[in-house]
């Protein structure tokens, strides 16, 4: 047998070092599970140029609408595991859809590596202007006499618009019906046009069409007000002290992608939500943001999966 030279050997395995290492080498996929408009894509895509000029490749916004952000994370689960395939998940897909669907096709744990939290916000709570309501002891009085209830949108079934409403359902006692749309920017286009009176809305979403004048606000629901509606009071500070439902979208690649892939994805990400633009950006959309390291992200997705199991259970909330 004819002898391989060693300094052809060491060429081959450098050669290969070489090959893992050049990641990324094509543009990179950043899968959000919901329609254009929505909170979801409007933060991917804030963040998406910054985020691109750090790993020196594009990163493309990729919408998988539906399901409350379930369909995009199925999707993702199920994509290569090296690195160009990411899912900007939001609370609904990642940590409260598995107490809703016993058949979820993945588990959010097992099936995803954690990366970063991306931002925190508040949901604001917004009427169209054929409801009389001014504040929110009027919106609720509204719903009790309305024929029917008073329906409410939200960006999908297990979204955090979707458990805001149930749980301000509960609390306070109200007749409301929720109307489940496939992400926030279908769900704002229909408060537009007057086909749902009101929304449990992501702030990005909600605050261009406040500012003109076209929608309401009548309450956020934060622990706090939002930078976005300073004006605008919180649910808790309306008569309903201790409730909260905050959102959150946060960065997370198929299980089993590589560590180095991991942690240099991890890098960039937090220097984009770093970057003084893109942070000027987020905060005017009231969206906080929280880079944090992937162990982090992985002790926060397990916290909050608890917390929204019990939510869940106690609230009575069902898949529709």
């Given at each position: 047998m004819k002898r391989i030279p060693a300094a052809v050997v060491l060429l081959a395995l450098a050669g290969g070092a070489l090959a893992q290492g050049s990641y990324p080498n094509k543009p990179v996929t950043?899968?959000?599970?919901?329609?254009?408009?929505?909170?979801?894509?409007?933060?991917?895509?804030?963040?998406?140029?910054?985020?691109g000029d750090y790993l020196g490749q594009n990163v493309v916004v990729e919408n998988r609408a539906g399901a409350g952000g379930n369909i995009a994370g199925a999707y993702v689960a199920r994509a290569n595991p090296d690195g160009y395939t990411l899912f900007l998940g939001n609370v609904g897909a990642l940590?409260?859809?598995?107490?809703?669907?016993?058949?979820?096709?993945?588990?959010?744990?097992?099936?995803?590596?954690?990366?970063?939290?991306?931002?925190?916000?508040?949901?604001?709570?917004?009427?169209?202007?054929?409801?009389?309501?001014?504040?929110?002891?009027?919106?609720?009085?509204?719903?009790?006499?309305?024929?029917?209830?008073?329906?409410?949108?939200?960006?999908?079934?297990?979204?955090?618009?979707?458990?805001?409403?149930?749980?301000?359902?509960?609390?306070?006692?109200?007749?409301?019906?929720?109307?489940?749309?496939?992400?926030?920017?279908?769900?704002?286009?229909?408060?537009?046009?007057?086909?749902?009176?009101s929304l449990f809305a992501s702030a990005p979403t909600a605050v261009g069409p406040v500012k003109a004048g076209r929608i309401r606000a009548l309450a956020t629901t934060g622990p706090k007000r939002s930078a976005s509606f300073p004006d605008v009071p919180t649910i808790a500070e309306s008569g309903y002290p201790g409730y909260e439902a905050t959102n959150w979208y946060g960065l997370v690649a198929p299980a089993k992608t590589p560590k180095d892939i991991i942690e240099r994805v991890n890098r960039d990400f937090v220097k984009a939500l770093n970057a003084a633009d893109v942070r000027d950006q987020l905060l005017s959309h009231g969206e906080e943001p929280t880079p944090t390291t992937p162990d982090e992200f992985g002790r926060f997705m397990k916290h909050e999966l608890e917390t929204w199991g019990k939510v869940v259970k106690e609230a009575g909330i069902q898949a529709e």
């Open positions: 950043m899968v959000v599970g919901f329609a254009p408009g929505g909170g979801g894509d409007i933060t991917g895509r804030t963040l998406a140029k910054q985020f940590t409260v859809a598995p107490h809703l669907n016993s058949k979820l096709p993945y588990d959010p744990l097992r099936d995803f590596v954690p990366i970063s939290l991306g931002v925190v916000f508040a949901n604001v709570l917004v009427v169209h202007p054929s409801v009389a309501a001014k504040t929110l002891a009027e919106y609720v009085q509204e719903a009790n006499t309305r024929p029917g209830g008073m329906p409410y949108g939200s960006s999908g079934v297990g979204g955090a618009g979707h458990l805001a409403g149930e749980l301000f359902k509960l609390v306070a006692k109200a007749n409301l019906v929720h109307v489940p749309y496939k992400g926030g920017g279908p769900a704002m286009s229909d408060l537009l046009g007057g086909q749902v009176p």
